[in-house]
Structure formats: structure tokens, C-alpha cells
């Protein structure tokens, strides 16, 4: 089992920056890959970012140069630097994990088998 705990999320004004954390414990972190996904209101859950054990990276195309997914084998733990944010960014954003030392980078909810509660991102337009 892995357990994943975000932070970071909070209130921004459109245009602004924020960093999100995703601590896992439970398993070996270097053996997974890690993704981020998110959930507005009345809207499905949709990918965003991940990373593979090795470091390689995908952002989606609404993201992309804007937001950066990284991994501290360390500390445990993934983050997501959101810069330039937009209120279409307004969700809830899920860490999400699964055992994996394959580079392919998967973007598809079921392939993930451990999940966050969330940490709420709000931007004002």
C-alpha cells in the first residue's frame, strides 16, 4: 500500500504561482511513477502531469509551459509548479502512484493504484 498526502493548494489571482507537494510512503519511491490529475466541479477527473522512475516527464497541452512535474527520490516526494495560472485551472489536484520501472508514461486514471485526497487550487479571475 501507498499512502499519498498533497499540500500546497490554496487561492491565487490569475497570473500567479503555486507549488504543489505529494509525499508517498508505504513503498520503495524510486520504483514509482507518479502522476498528477485533476477534478473540476461537474467535470471528470483529467490528467495533467507525470513522471516516470527516471525522471522523464508529460505534461497534457493545456499545461505545458506552465506547469512543471518533478520528483525528489529523497524526500519521497513529487511536485507540481503551477506558474501562470489561469481560472479554467481551478480544481481539486490528486497525486497519484503506481509501482512501475518502465519509461512509459501513462495518462489514463486506472493504470494509477494509489491516490491522494486532494488539495484544492482556486484561481481568481
Known amino acids: 500500500q501507498v499512502q499519498l498526502v498533497e499540500s500546497g493548494g490554496g487561492l491565487v489571482q490569475a497570473g500567479g504561482s503555486l507549488r504543489l507537494s505529494c509525499v508517498a510512503s508505504g513503498r520503495t519511491f524510486s520504483n514509482l511513477a507518479m502522476g498528477w490529475f485533476r477534478q473540476a466541479p461537474g467535470k471528470e477527473r483529467e490528467f495533467v502531469a507525470a513522471i516516470n522512475y527516471l525522471g522523464g516527464t508529460y505534461h497534457v497541452d493545456a499545461v505545458k509551459g506552465r506547469f512543471t512535474v518533478s520528483r525528489d527520490n529523497v524526500k519521497n516526494t513529487v511536485y507540481l509548479q503551477m506558474n501562470s495560472l489561469l481560472s479554467e485551472d481551478t480544481a481539486v489536484y490528486y497525486c497519484?502512484?503506481?509501482?512501475?520501472?518502465?519509461?512509459?508514461?501513462?495518462?489514463?486514471?486506472?493504470?494509477?493504484?494509489?491516490w491522494g485526497q486532494g488539495t484544492q487550487v482556486t484561481v481568481s479571475s
Open positions: 497519484a502512484a503506481r509501482e512501475s520501472r518502465y519509461t512509459v508514461i501513462e495518462t489514463a486514471r486506472f493504470r494509477y493504484d494509489f
